[in-house]
């Protein structure tokens, strides 16, 4: 779904960040708890999204919509991320680590 989407709107957890910067999508994070604020950080320092320092329920629905606004003139910096992201080919060598670690130590 996340390729259809302008922009992508959540909690700031580690997989819904990471597959939203994947997709090359900009975030607006709203953290509830644990990591969320770190991820919230992160997105804003990278400059491909908004990373709120309150909690949802301290955020008024106008500055959810400047949010949105802001994340969606992110949009080239978030795309361009994503390409990058996608060039590392993560996945494919995450699993051949794997493998090469397992032929060697069983």
Known sequence: MLPRCSCALHHGGAGTTQATLYA???AVITPLSFEQPLWANTVRCLGVGVGF???LKEI????LNDA???AEALAPAA???GRNLRKEGGVVKAAKMLDD???QEV
């Open 53 to 55: 320092e309150k909690q």
């Open 68 to 70: 949105i606004a802001e």
């Open 79 to 81: 795309e361009a991320l």
């Open 60 to 63: 008024s629905p106008a500055e």
């Open 101 to 103: 670690f397992l032929q």
């Open 24 to 26: 090359g999508k900009p």
